[in-house]
């Protein structure tokens, strides 16, 4: 999945119309920022261009990062920890 069409897929997850550009350098920076905090939780390999398992992922905690802001006391989503760890213990596991 190209960058672009991650970002368009961010916008609509957080409700944001696709045509909506005002916020493209923040979200395509929260993406970004998505995919180290990733990669710093364990995962060695992320491959979003041809892995949409790992664009969702990615999407998910950008979408996580954003509302963050909004919600001072809440921590990592149950379902996106399920995520991380179900990746990272696949990932050892060689699958």
Known sequence: M??????V???IRLMISPSNTAYDDYLSGL???AKQFIIREGVATLSPETNAEDAQL???YAAFLHRQKEETSAGLP???RWALNNR????KAGE
Do not use: C, P, V, Y
């Open 88 to 91: 990272i213990f696949s990932e």
């Open 78 to 80: 149950r379902w996106l």
């Open 9 to 11: 897929m961010l916008k």
């Open 58 to 60: 990615i999407i998910g």
């Open 2 to 7: 190209t960058a672009a069409t991650m970002l």
């Open 31 to 33: 993406l970004d920022s």
